[in-house]
């Protein structure tokens, strides 16, 4: 496995619409190549989640780390949301050294294809459900930034 370089801003490939990854493309070493480089990449980077567009390519796919390790989940949807809405720290390896406070969902429900083309969903709180919020806005174009509140840059501490 390796770690793939992130695509950083002002990348445009950061603001595009990503689209579905189609069931054909899953059955390829090479799909399954990257879905194994992004969870590395992801845990070697310590980051909580990725998304495809951080490492250059616009398609529908994420790995979020979990209490049992990373998992890939494709073509993801959230399909559920609490009314209730939370606060929280957010960071994002394509926007380094920037934190802000950003409010989510506190509960998120979530239909995905697992690696091997499996229809699945998840029912996430707390970090979890955070970070399949932040990581399905990538998909979208959609950066933790655009609806941050109290940005800070590390740099200016
Ligand atoms: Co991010």
Redesign the pocket.
């Known amino acids: 496995m390796k770690i793939l370089p992130i695509v950083k801003i002002p990348n445009k490939i950061l603001r595009k619409v990503s689209r579905d990854v189609k069931k054909e493309k899953m059955d390829s070493s090479d799909f399954r190549e990257l879905c194994d480089n992004m969870a590395f990449t992801m845990v070697e980077k310590d ?1 909580v ?3 495809a567009p ?1 490492v250059g390519l616009n398609i529908r796919l994420i790995s979020v780390n979990t209490k049992d390790g990373p998992i890939i989940m494709i073509n993801p949807k959230i399909i559920k949301k609490s009314l209730l809405k939370e606060w929280g720290e ?6 380094p050294e920037t934190f802000g406070k950003v409010k989510r969902h506190k509960k998120v429900k979530c239909s995905y294809l697992d690696i091997n083309g499996k229809k699945n969903t998840i029912s996430a709180n707390g970090l979890l459900s955070v970070v399949i919020q ?2 399905v ?2 998909l979208d174009g959609v ?2 930034i655009d609806k941050a509140e109290d940005v800070k840059n590390i740099k200016n501490f």
């Open positions: 980051g989640g990725l998304a951080q957010e960071g994002c390896l394509s926007v932040h990581e806005d990538h950066l933790f």
